[in-house]
């Protein structure tokens, strides 16, 4: 049972370059979250979905994308990255009760030179 | 948006002292959370209130759920090395349906001396 992983740990891209970054659970939840954080800002949510199929916008959408094509994946999309885009990415899953917690992946370092 | 503040921002202790930090919102949250970061890792809950007034331990840990809905502190007694990380506290507000966002403080970082 490996929880949230997450694919890369590292990342460094050019401006204008594209990625994705992926997300994966096993715990079957319906619920998955991408966030930021940057320095003294906490975290920041980008895009979450609620279950298979469904995205919806978070707090710092722009510049991104997601798509929840498989219950246990969630992925990240930059289409043309920017500086302002440098940050650690987490992802994390929670399950469908009110009382379920968030659990987190270990990160994603992206670095847009 | 709602809005956390928290606060310390950051604590530099000796081993053996008891830490104190806590969390104010600007509206009412039905769910606090604490979280940890160890450096280059994600945040591990530590603590999870759901009811306002509720005051839960586990282990040397102990936070309380503010009764206006609105705050939250989290005590941490006879500090420890591995206690060093950073600190987060997160507001969840069920707004029906199946939205459940969490709104987190910008953290305290923790360090304590040997």
């Known amino acids: 049972n490996a929880g949230v992983t997450q694919t890369p740990k590292f990342r460094v891209l050019k401006t204008g370059q594209s990625m994705t970054l992926l997300c994966a659970q096993d715990?079957?939840?319906?619920?998955m979250y991408w966030y930021r954080q940057d320095p003294g800002m906490g975290l920041r949510l980008i895009h979450y979905?609620?279950?298979?199929?469904?995205?919806a916008k978070g707090e710092v959408p722009d510049g991104y994308n997601v798509s929840r094509l498989k219950k246990q994946n969630f992925l990240l999309g930059l289409e043309s990255a920017a500086p302002s885009q440098t940050s650690v990415y987490f992802c994390?899953?929670?399950?469908?009760?009110?009382?379920?917690?968030?659990?987190f992946g270990p990160g994603t370092r992206l670095t847009v030179l | 948006g709602q809005q956390l503040n928290q606060s310390p921002q950051s604590m530099f202790i000796q081993e053996g002292e008891d830490v104190s930090m806590n969390c104010t919102s600007s509206?009412?949250?039905?769910?606090w959370l604490w979280y940890k970061q160890d450096p280059g890792e994600g945040p591990v809950l530590l603590i999870a209130?759901?009811?306002?007034?509720e005051l839960t331990s586990n282990g040397r840990l102990t936070a309380q759920f503010g009764i206006t809905r609105k705050d939250s502190f989290l005590n941490i007694s006879a500090s420890i090395p591995s206690d060093v990380g950073i600190y987060f506290c997160?507001?969840?507000?069920?707004?029906?349906?199946?939205?459940?966002?969490?709104?987190f403080g910008k953290g305290t970082l923790l360090t304590v001396n040997p």
């Open positions: 997160a507001g969840q507000l069920f707004s029906g349906g199946s939205n459940y966002k969490l709104t």
């Open positions: 979905s609620v279950g298979e199929g469904t995205t």
């Open positions: 715990m079957n939840h319906e619920y």
């Open positions: 994390a899953s929670k399950a469908g009760g009110f009382a379920d917690t968030q659990y």
């Open positions: 509206s009412i949250f039905n769910t």
């Open positions: 209130l759901y009811k306002a007034g």
